[in-house]
């Protein structure tokens, strides 16, 4: 069975820090792009970084501030957050999308898998 747990949010300030940590099972981690993804209330969910092997990809408005991690061993993801902002606030979900020589993306549609969500609130 295929499980993506997220962990990690909370409530914090602005110009705060957090780790959100996604824990995989049920399918070769290894082989699969993981992504974080972000949904504000009556907004689309988007992505904001994923990462392959090797390479990384940030959505433009986050670089500076986001950055995104994984430890295979673990078979597990993070997503580092810096310098929270008010518009950060959302619900944070890690995704897994199969690599098969398809490419880095940040397109929700293209991620198979899905966890349930870490909500991050960031107060001013």
């Known amino acids: 069975q295929v499980r993506l747990v997220e962990s990690g949010g909370g409530s914090v300030q602005a110009g705060g820090s957090l780790t959100l940590s996604c824990v995989a099972s049920?399918?070769?981690?290894?082989?699969?792009?993981m992504g974080w993804f972000r949904q504000a209330p009556g907004k689309e969910r988007e992505g904001v970084a994923a990462?392959?092997?090797?390479?990384?990809r940030l959505r433009p408005s986050v670089k500076g501030r986001f950055s995104i991690s994984r430890d295979n061993t673990k078979n597990t993801a993070y997503l580092h957050i810096n310098s929270l902002e008010p518009e950060d606030t959302a619900m944070y979900y890690c995704?897994?999308?199969?690599?098969?020589?398809?490419?880095?993306?940040?397109?929700?549609?293209?991620?198979?898998?899905w966890g349930q969500g870490t909500q991050v609130t960031v107060s001013s």
């Open positions: 995704a897994a999308k199969p690599i098969r020589g398809s490419p880095l993306s940040l397109s929700a549609g293209q991620y198979n898998y």
């Open positions: 049920g399918f070769d981690f290894e082989s699969h792009y």
């Open positions: 990462i392959s092997e090797t390479a990384t």
